[in-house]
């Protein structure tokens, strides 16, 4: 539960350093990965925005050697809270009353997915037959890509109102949704017993390091661009919402951790899962408060 905690601290900061940044920098564009990398690396507070989130994802991957993948996504969920209101103090970013009470009902949805967790019973998977995560992750890695470039069409016509970025979040949230659990898939090496070098040697024959290269290259230049244009307090609690349902339920079902047995718990898990999907459909695809333009300082609110 700490490093859960301690990876909650550095994906909210990690994020929030990155968005302030990005509003130093000139428009980045994903039809020029180059010039945005160029960018991004000339910056020194993206740089240990993103070093936080690099460290995120070592502390996610002590989380994943010890608690089931269900009840992970529900420590790391509650970390939204702590994203909104540094993202309020500082970089000015306010949310609506609508997109509050959909941030409510997700802490809700994933509290009912918390509750459905039993100790004794809840086992933690090691392993998954590679074909079933690549029949799993390969599909959803192109759906991402899909909706990105969806998003991406539609924010190009003219006279269209700005976006919130729930389609975004979306599309970024099923990448580092494979992300996630090529982290689960490594950390079942870290726990097999093998010693470093057999640990070493069994994740290089797996899928895992290579998920993980192309959802880093992706996902990287995909959320920066996303991230500039659209407010971090709505796009990363959607980002974050879809690879903790994604990482949920297809992880649990992947590495073989069974649903609950007992029918109370099992049905919290379903309406859980039900309800934050359903807030998902449910958000505001369209912006109608005023932002700075890209590249405009953003001021921190006295």
Known sequence: MAAALLANVLYSTGFVLEKRALGN??????????????????????????????????????????????????????????????????????????????????LLALLM???????????????????????????????????YRSAERGARHRHRLPTTGVEYGVAVGLLYGVSSLAIKGVSGYLTAGAGLGGAVSGVL??????????????????SQAALQRCRASLIVPVCTTVTCLFTAVLGTLSFGEALPGDPLRLALRIAGTCLAVAVLLAMPK???????PIGAKELTPP
Do not use: M
């Open 113 to 147: 997915v918390v509750l459905s967790l039993d100790e004794s019973a809840d086992t933690v998977g090691r392993g998954a037959p590679y074909a079933l995560v690549l029949l799993v992750c390969v599909p959803s890695l192109a759906a991402g890509v899909w909706l």
């Open 205 to 222: 024959r797996s899928p895992y390091p290579y998920l993980l290269l192309f959802t880093g290259a992706f996902g990287l230049v995909l």
């Open 286 to 292: 369209h912006d109608t408060a005023p932002r700075p």
């Open 25 to 106: 920098l000139p428009e980045v564009s994903v039809r020029q990965p180059a010039k945005l990398l160029r960018l991004v690396l000339g910056s020194p507070l993206w740089i240990v925005g993103a070093l936080a989130l690099a460290a995120g994802f070592g502390a996610q991957l002590l989380v994943y050697r010890t608690l089931p993948i269900a009840a992970a996504q529900g420590l790391f969920v509650s970390g939204l809270v702590l994203l909104v209101l540094l993202s309020s103090r500082l970089l000015g970013e306010e949310t609506s009353g609508r997109e509050r009470y959909a941030l409510a009902a997700i």
